[in-house]
């Protein structure tokens, strides 16, 4: 990968942090996890469990080295510390306080090592009134949001993005972070350190919800399946289920009501254009929904893919599994575990035209099983 | 910022494209869009609007510099190709085929500068049974699973994701495999082609539900607001509306059960383990209700907070943006831009100890406005 010869040092646990080194070590960095002994990441505990070994863990952790180091025994900080002297590297997403406590503010961590690009990420960042709050993805999802505007038009029960957002887009910004630090230390010659937060990432792909209230004072809520501002751009019922349309200019529309059999829709002047469509969404709803009830989901998306629409199907992770674009993009690769045996999970969305893209990956790693590994590197025989 | 120095040509429109070279742009790459002539990136048509400027564009494309060029123009295309042979990086999302259409397939890209790194970001990608087919945000959230877990439990209303998730997370691997791939190029002088599909973006993000469909064979359904594996890890309606309750392990839960009162439910053996919490997750969600509902939010928070148990609000846009810790963390950013006024939007979540977070940024440019200055570090005086 195009990340070989980086050294992560990673004391990160569970989802955000793991999910910001999942992308590293796609990319080829070399990603040490450092564990509590006897327990490790909290994850190797969640299940599903394969021959018991935790699902979750192995997908996240996949690629990835394991040491296990008590950071409160003198002769393992001695081995941590020397890990810090020589890593590019450093994440975590302990609640911000936690390293420092343990003897390592950025500080410290900068003097062990002046090249040292250390990333935390965590709920709430390293300053502000929130900041040694605990947070999960849900607190954040709640807090930031991204549940405001998810669900159906006027329910009262809540709805949560069904994957860990708030997690994953703190792993990605927190990757965005450390690569930009790497590459500026190649100039200068310096490390630093890189603070992500949960809240501050859901609050950055709130996306048009913040321009329409920062334009308008209109306070955006929820819209079911519907984009707010672009019409028709939703999903729709038809005879054995519901498939997304996505008309998303006037040439569209124009397309959608020919392969419809409804041309006169696109001459209509309630519907001419995408603010008039949008304005008028109820009118045009019930006049494409009383066509598209009418044939199967197949029937229909074959009909609107000849036409050159914008549609498809709303698939469950076994129908995502099974496509053939999603295998022929090699977006589902295998691990094989000395316990787990082989395990199916989500590949590498970044494609790279000169790095291979295997289908199988080294597995994640048992609890400290890369100790010796990790500590003849340093030039250590002992703990 | 870190990324001074990198100069990325960004034939990007809308959405995905936009929001990867906004962070670069934030992290301090000179980021110069080549729009259509007359028209531009077709998102500056889309409302909301701002003194007819949209509140939209500008919130994606702040400190982007812009030139109008006409690819299918002889001398446009010679500057065209001058700005390729300069820049450090090109990001486009057009329909793959559509580049080379123009006469610009990765191979001439290369051959006019060998050192580019070369991001195409597409629904499908650039390979596959799908590669050319069109897709927008909402048929890859529908495509790719992420539809099929959000929602309430059994409702039959299919709900998108109240943000473009679609896009957002394939702009934010592209930033990551841009990056990685500046790297490389540090070490090979040379530069390569980052291919990266909203679909596969989206199988990438499935996290959790991937692994219990291929550890255990169930494929999950949308839970509403709750964690399929931790309980509680929900919303509970109180006296006056909802909260976020994150008891994310078995000592968080006591907490929880001491602050509202009911230490008894930690002792129950039905709600023992997290395991026993999840598969009695309706007698417990039916105990925490009665007592949530007797009091309203803002004593729930405290009381919460101060037991040291994850909690929080669900904001709407209004709130996140009125929230101190929002504020004290500048994820609220100003641009004074020369015909919309001063527009308030999203900030950069990506903190750095040794670089600025501006409060007030480069506003986004109008229509052709660096035409000159493009033009001038080009050597040229012409169009």
């Not at 990968?1 to 990160?12: H, I, S």
């Amino acid at each position: 990968g195009p990340l070989a010869g980086l050294t992560v040092l990673d004391l990160t646990r569970v989802l955000a942090g793991p999910y910001a080194t999942l992308v590293l070590a796609d990319l080829g960095a070399r990603v040490v996890k450092v564990e509590t002994p006897g327990i490790g990441d909290d994850s190797r505990a969640f299940g599903p469990f394969v021959n018991d070994r935790s699902a979750y863990f192995l997908s996240l952790n996949r690629g990835k080295e394991s040491i296990a180091l008590n950071l409160k025994d003198d002769a393992h900080r001695q081995t941590f510390e020397a890990l810090v002297a020589t890593a590019d590297v450093l994440v975590e997403n302990y609640r911000p306080g936690t390293l420092a406590k343990l003897g390592y503010p950025w500080e410290i961590l900068e003097a062990l090592n002046p090249r040292l690009v250390y990333a935390a990420i965590s709920g709430f960042g390293h300053t502000g009134p929130y900041s040694r709050r605990p947070a999960y993805d849900l607190v954040v999802q709640g807090m930031g949001g991204i549940m405001s505007v998810t669900g159906q038009e006027g329910a009262d029960a809540p709805t949560r993005v069904g994957t860990s957002v708030g997690d994953i887009t703190a792993g990605l910004f927190g990757v965005a972070g450390i690569l930009s630090a790497v590459i500026e230390r190649q100039r200068s010659g310096k490390g630093m350190m890189v603070d992500v937060a949960m809240l501050d990432c859901q609050v950055a792909i709130l996306e048009n919800a913040i321009a329409r209230y920062t334009a308008q004072g209109e306070v955006p809520g929820p819209l079911g399946a519907r984009h707010p501002s672009i019409t028709p751009f939703e999903s729709f019922a038809v005879a054995d289920g519901h498939i997304i349309v996505a008309a998303g200019n006037d040439a569209l529309f124009v397309k959608l009501c020919g392969a419809i059999g409804r041309p006169d829709l696109a001459a209509d002047p309630r519907f001419a254009t995408n603010t008039a469509r949008t304005d008028n969404h109820g009118a045009l709803a019930a006049e494409l929904s009383a066509v598209l009830a009418t044939r199967g989901r197949d029937d229909w998306l074959r009909i609107l893919e000849d036409a050159g629409v914008p549609c498809g199907p709303i698939n469950n992770v076994a129908q995502v599994l099974a496509d053939p674009h999603v295998a022929a993009r090699n977006m589902v690769i295998e691990t094989d575990h000395p316990v787990a045996g082989r395990v199916r999970m989500a590949g590498n969305p970044i494609k790279l035209s000169r790095y291979d893209d295997p289908p199988t990956r080294d597995p994640a790693p048992e609890l400290d099983a890369d100790r010796a590994a990790v500590l003849a590197r340093l030039g250590k025989g002992g703990d």
